[in-house]
C-alpha cells in the first residue's frame, strides 16, 4: 500500500561497515500467521539475535569510506549524512484547531509548528514502510500494482506500519493485503533511509508457508521470478531496486546479509526515474 510518491534509485559512493558477527548458538525468532486470516499478535516480535535482546553487542568494525559515480556520472561522497527531507507548513493546530505559527521554540533547532491559542507543538515523524522479500524455490514473489502511483509496474509486498503492530507483523499484514500469502518472518533484511520524503523502509525475509497466493485489491498480478528473470525495467520503486539488487549479490557470494543504507535521489530527476539515486552510508553484517 504504497500511496506516497517514492523518489527513489542505484548504488553510488558508500560508507561499508561489517557488524561484529554474533555469538554462537543465537537465533531469530520467528514471525508467523497461523490461519488464511491476519492476526495481529502482541508477543513473541523481537527479530534481533537473542544475544542482543537486553544489551546491543553488535558493533562497527572494518570502517571503510569512499567517494564513487553514480550511473548518471555524478560524484557522490560519503562525508557528512545530511537531512534532505521537506518541511512541510501546518496551517493549524491538531488539538484545538487553532492557527499555528512557525518558528524554532526555546530549546530547539527546528522551526516548528506552534499553536497560537494553546501553545501546543505540532510534531511531524517519519513513516515507517515494512514489507517482506519472499523466497519460495529459489523464486521471489512479487505483486504487480494496480494503484497509483507506479501503477502496473512489479514491487514486493510492502505498505505503511500500523499503530499498535510491530514492523514484522506490518510486513506479513501486507503480504496478505496485497498477495494473500502467508508467510513466515525469518530475519531482517534491510533498513533503507530515505530523508527527501520521510520515509524508512524495513524488508524482512521470508518464506511462505504454503504455495497459494493471489493478487489482493491493490494488486492486479503475482508472480514468483527467477532471479534472472525479475523486471528490473519495470520496478515501481528505487527502494525495490536496491533491496533486489542487494539480495542478488548476497546469493552470489552465498548468504543474505543484514544491510543499511540512504538513498538520496539526485536533484533534479523525477519520481519515475527510478536509477536516479546514490545509495549512501552502505553497512553490511
Known sequence: MLKAIHLLG???????????KPQPNTGFSLISIPSRKPIVTTSET????????????????????????????????????QSTG??????????????NKHEIPDGEEKVRAICTRCGKITYE?????????IEHDKKILMCRRKIHPSHGLW?????YME?????AEGAIRETWEEANAEVEVQSLFAQLDIPLISQTYLIFLAKLKNPHFSPGPESSECQLFELDDIPFDSLAFS????????????????????HYGVINKRPGTSPSEIHAYTLDYHMQS
Open 86 to 99: 521537506n518541511i512541510r507548513k501546518i496551517n493549524f493546530c491538531q488539538f484545538c484547531g487553532g492557527p
Open 239 to 258: 527502494s525495490m531496486l536496491v533491496t533486489l539488487n542487494l539480495y542478488i549479490e548476497d546469493i552470489k557470494v552465498g548468504r543474505p546479509k543484514f
Open 46 to 81: 523481537l527479530l534481533l539475535p537473542a544475544s542482543q535482546v537486553h544489551t546491543h553487542k553488535c558493533c562497527f568494525r572494518d570502517f571503510r569510506m569512499s567517494s564513487t559515480h553514480s550511473k548518471s556520472g555524478a560524484s557522490s561522497s560519503s562525508v557528512a549524512i
Open 155 to 159: 514491487t514486493l509486498p510492502a505498505g
Open 125 to 133: 515523524n517519519p513513516k515507517m514502510v515494512v514489507g517482506c522479500l
Open 163 to 167: 499503530i499498535g503492530e510491530s514492523a
Open 10 to 20: 542505484s548504488s553510488s559512493g558508500f560508507v561499508s561497515y561489517r557488524f561484529r
